[in-house]
């Protein structure tokens, strides 16, 4: 069974940062791509950050100058290091393993206002 879990979110002010961590259990972490996405209220899940079994990294234009992805394989764990951050970041950020079936973690609540 393939379980991610999210953390590290909560409230921020305008400006500051926060670390998001996605733990991984029950799948086969090293060889799988591992995403970050949000969805904001009253709008559509967006892509925001992906890190391939590589360390191949991509970010969607409105984050990639702010956010960093970033994993450890030996914890099993993908990162979402965010700097500078607005209130249209505020949103449910949920990462996503990619595979022959995606699973997706519950979600952690990023508020940013002041």
């Known amino acids: 069974q393939v379980q991610l879990v999210e953390s590290g979110g909560g409230l921020v002010q305008p400006g500051g940062s926060l670390r998001l961590s996605c733990a991984v259990s029950?799948?086969?972490?090293?060889?799988?791509?591992v995403s970050w996405h949000r969805q904001a209220p009253g709008k559509q899940r967006e892509f925001l950050a992906v890190?391939?079994?590589?360390?191949?990294?991509n970010y969607a234009d409105a984050v990639k100058d702010r956010f960093t992805i970033s994993r450890d394989s030996a914890k099993n764990t993908v990162y979402l290091q965010m700097n500078s951050l607005k209130p249209e970041d505020t949103g449910v950020y949920y990462c996503?393993?990619?595979?022959?079936?995606?699973?997706w973690g519950q979600g952690t609540q990023v508020t940013v206002s002041s």
């Open positions: 029950g799948s086969r972490f090293s060889i799988n791509a």
């Open positions: 890190i391939t079994s590589r360390g191949t990294t």
């Open positions: 996503k393993i990619t595979g022959a079936v995606d699973y």
